[in-house]
């Protein structure tokens, strides 16, 4: 059974520090990782999808890569902002198949002093 | 556009109703639709799955059922609310192949008192 972790569960940083997010999963057969920012009391929005084939993906401030071999994932974010408050959640396939759901870690609230 | 509508956005209920959630997406036709339940305190749990109009997986044993009686429309559903019901509803979509990724709606915060 698959079985996502993320680490830390929160963090609370000043304006301006680069940050890394850290997600590891069992079973390393997955098809791809998808990277997820929730609001308070709102739905998950996509920020970053890595295919099994690739290391990493880039969008904006935020990058994510994927080690596959050692079931590991991490999203590095640059140049933080209040705005960039939220809960970050990492999902992986919950099987090999990757359309029959997925299966999520915890999530880090992470908070970001102005 | 992957748009998913979710109605209602709150929700509270007695023990003993019925519950009645629908989750409507615009798009590609033939997606793969999900129900997952966030409770308070928990991650992400998934409750059904469907690959296509009157296909339902449950992947939990529960209170709940769903059901697709149109390509873009899933339904939750109750006959008796439990308090232990009570949770964040999220429909997600995804296109039914493994390499692309899931969209979510926005949630139904239900409260069961």
């Known amino acids: 059974k698959q079985e996502v972790t993320q680490i830390p569960a929160a963090l609370s940083v000043p304006e301006g520090e680069n940050l890394v997010l850290n997600c590891s999963f069992t079973?390393?057969?997955?098809?791809?990782l998808q990277w997820f920012r929730q609001d308070p009391g709102k739905g998950l929005t996509s920020l970053l999808l890595?295919?099994?084939?690739?290391r990493e993906q880039t969008s904006g401030r935020l990058n994510a890569s994927l080690d596959k071999s050692s079931g590991r994932s991490t999203l590095y974010i640059a140049a933080s902002q209040p705005g960039d408050s939220a809960t970050y959640l990492c999902?992986?396939?919950?099987?090999?198949?990757?359309?029959?759901?997925?299966?999520f870690g915890k999530g880090t609230h992470l908070i970001i002093q102005p | 556009s992957q748009t998913i509508h979710q109605w209602p956005a709150t929700l509270v209920q007695p023990v003993g109703s019925p519950l009645s959630l629908e989750c409507t997406v615009e798009?590609?036709?033939?997606?793969?639709l999900y129900w997952y339940r966030q409770a308070a305190g928990r991650g992400l749990q998934l409750l059904f799955y469907?690959?296509?109009?009157?296909?339902i997986s449950s992947e939990v044993p529960q209170n709940l059922s769903a059901s697709r009686p149109q390509d873009r429309q899933f339904i939750l559903s109750s006959k008796k609310l439990l308090l232990s019901d009570s949770g964040f509803y999220l429909c997600?979509?995804?296109?039914?192949?493994?390499?692309?990724?899931?969209?979510f709606g926005s949630g139904t915060r239900l409260t069961v008192v």
């Open positions: 079973d390393s057969a997955i098809y791809n």
């Open positions: 999902a992986v396939p919950l099987r090999g198949g990757g359309a029959d759901g997925l299966t």
């Open positions: 798009g590609t036709s033939n997606p793969n």
């Open positions: 469907s690959v296509g109009i009157g296909q």
């Open positions: 890595i295919q099994s084939s690739q």
């Open positions: 997600a979509r995804n296109p039914g192949q493994g390499n692309y990724g899931y969209t």
